[in-house]
């Protein structure tokens, strides 16, 4: 497992940004069963700068918490089979790993929203990447149904790592 992060505007937290994102992609890609070695990058942002990438990739002119670019296009979420047939696609090919895709994460989003919900910024970044993660995996909350499954998975792996909005972060 590969993680790339990369603070863009050098974003101070109290956690180190890449541990946490190992720590939560390991526990998404254990609990979807995942077959594979995994590569995922990671941009740290900020208001501005996740705004511009809305626009030039979403065509949505707009500043949001996170955005989610999957490599893969998965029949089923959680279903990695089809990785397989898309090897040079989908595989890094100097370390063999499944490019799951890229997360840009808004830091001044993490900051206010943790606020905003009462919890440590270190919930909030670990919630943010387990969100963007199952996204990544062929999640989708575009339906209510599909909006509670991956709501109910978002938490499971957050409390299996003992990141809950009351204790904020275990070791």
Known sequence: MTSYVENEGQQSFSFDEEELLDRVMEAVLDAENCPYEATVNLLITDGAGIREYNKNYRDTDAETDVLSFPNLDFETPGDFSGAASCEADCFDPDSGELVLGDIILNAARVKSQAEEYGHSELREFAFLLAHSLFHLCGYDHM???????????????????GITREQGFRH
């Not at 599909?146 to 792996?157: D, G, L, S, Y």
């Open 143 to 161: 339906e209510k149904t599909e909006a509670a499954v991956m709501e109910e998975k978002q938490e499971a792996v957050l409390s299996g790592l």
